[in-house]
């Protein structure tokens, strides 16, 4: 059965650094998600990407975040200079109808 | 504003047993959509179902059913015949109505953490 895959499983970095998430959505979905749960808390939506551009964040997708769709697989989240604050598992999620279906995560760590 | 309650912290089940994890929603919007995921241990977020406001039926997914009511605002899942596998984090979303097309942004509930014993 298809799904979202992501990459790494586990990511950790020095405050400051930039960090790249990595994520292949499935492959006949339009639609791309980023939604991030910090730990014992809900899970929050990040941002909503379509035809190559983004279609809603939220307040947590300030300018240090961005998310690109390189080539016709991948999509990436892209934290500039990460912050303690940024520590979260990150999921990505796809859909083409009502269904969205989110990948593994990636577990970030920033010590 | 698009709110999700689920009043179970905690629930314990014997395997093969049914069981009922509680969502409740609010929301004034006439279109919403309602899902249920599991997290187990490892973290991953696995798609359960999904409901359509509109829909004239519940939604079922081999043993996992969706009762919901719309005058109740409920929209609560039903595990049949529990396995061991089932352990895991539970959690109720719905979909908000301007969250069409492109949008689709979920309010997650805070979860029902759900055991199953031999």
């Known amino acids: 059965e298809p799904e979202v895959t992501q990459t790494p499983s586990h990511q950790v970095t020095q405050m400051g650094q930039e960090v790249i998430l990595r994520c292949v959505p499935i492959?006949?979905?339009?639609?791309f998600y980023w939604y991030r749960q910090i730990l014992g808390q809900k899970v929050e939506f990040l941002v909503s990407?379509?035809?190559?551009?983004?279609?809603?964040k939220s307040e947590i997708f300030d300018d240090q975040f961005s998310v690109e769709r390189p080539d016709g697989s991948n999509f990436t989240l892209k934290i500039r200079s990460t912050k303690l604050e940024d520590s979260a598992m990150y999921f990505c999620?796809?859909?083409?109808?009502?269904?969205?279906?989110f990948g593994s995560g990636t577990q970030l760590s920033v010590l | 504003a698009q709110k999700i309650t689920q009043t179970q912290p905690g629930m314990f089940v014997q395997e093969k047993e049914a069981v009922t994890l509680d969502c409740t929603y609010d929301?004034?919007?006439?279109?919403?959509?309602l899902f249920w995921y599991k997290q187990p241990s490892s973290g991953e977020m696995i798609f359960l179902i999904y409901?359509?406001?509109?829909?004239?039926q519940n939604a079922t997914e081999g043993r996992y059913s969706l009762n919901f009511q719309k005058a109740r605002k409920s929209a609560n899942l039903v595990i049949s015949a529990s396995q061991l596998g089932d352990s895991a984090m539970y959690f109720c979303a719905m979909r908000d109505f301007f969250s069409g097309g492109s949008n689709y942004k979920l309010t997650f509930g805070k979860g029902t953490l759900l055991t199953v014993n031999p």
């Open positions: 999620a796809s859909r083409v109808n009502e269904k969205l279906f």
């Open positions: 409901q359509g406001s509109y829909d004239q």
């Open positions: 929301t004034s919007d006439p279109s919403y959509g």
């Open positions: 492959s006949n979905h339009l639609y």
């Open positions: 990407f379509y035809n190559n551009e983004i279609s809603e």
